[in-house]
């Protein structure tokens, strides 16, 4: 039973453009939503994160939206950069004993 | 530099055999997990350690034992290892105070099974 459902699999974007990334879960005692950036033959290093009592996170070009209600949310990475290519990972992390639950995953290439 | 070392960097062995990868926290961190990366997949949760403890335990193999050190390294031990278990074998650490709740990753061991 997947945990976090994310989609798209994989997204072309033009260089300047606005990337989107969205990510559901079911489980309502995850308390910490953590994004994860991942190029080839490198470890996943966090990108950004938000708790659930917030709506939406920024930093930089990078935007967590949060819909508690929706039990979804989403990765917009604003003025997309070639070098903005790369795999991006959603997560959950559930209460007890700190445990992770990960996305799919998410192929991002931006054309320059 | 995320702070966690993974030892070895590459690994290239035969089917049938036994390998052990190594993983190094940050310091002051006292949970660390194993994840696994098949090509152009997702991360499998294996197996997680607090304090040299078993804490959850995800898709790992029977084939597949961890343990976690009393100076917190940990290590991953696969055996009788099959042509599938080619994979991206990641070890993560968190639980070092103000950042609990973010997980650090390695640079990886990259496992090849000929």
């Known amino acids: 039973q997947q945990q976090v459902k994310q989609s798209p699999q994989s997204l072309i974007v033009q260089k300047g453009g606005i990337s989107i990334i969205n990510c559901a879960y079911e489980n309502t005692a995850f308390d910490y939503f953590p994004w994860y950036q991942q190029f080839p033959g490198k470890g996943p290093a966090l990108l950004i994160a938000i708790r659930p009592d917030v709506s939406e996170k920024k930093e930089g070009r990078f935007t967590i939206s949060f819909n508690k209600s929706a039990k979804q949310f989403s990765l917009h990475i604003m003025d997309s950069q070639p070098g903005d290519s790369a795999t991006y990972f959603c997560a959950a992390r559930g209460y007890n004993f700190n445990k992770f639950y990960f996305g799919s995953g998410t192929k991002l290439n931006v054309k320059p | 530099d995320s702070g966690v070392t993974q030892t070895p960097k590459h690994l290239i062995t035969a089917t049938g055999q036994r390998v052990t990868l190594r993983c190094s926290p940050r310091?002051?961190?006292?949970?660390v997990y194993w994840y696994q990366q098949s090509l152009d997949q997702g991360l499998q949760f294996l197996i997680q350690y607090y304090n040299g403890e078993e804490r959850a335990k995800g898709n790992i193999l029977e084939r597949f034992s961890a343990q976690q050190f009393p100076d917190l390294h940990s290590e991953l031990n696969l055996s009788s290892l099959e042509l599938g278990d080619s994979a991206l074998y990641f070890c993560?650490?968190?639980?070092?105070?103000?950042?609990?709740?973010?997980?650090?990753f390695g640079p990886g061991t990259r496992l090849l099974v000929l």
């Open positions: 310091s002051g961190d006292l949970s």
């Open positions: 993560a650490s968190s639980g070092g105070g103000g950042a609990q709740e973010t997980q650090y």
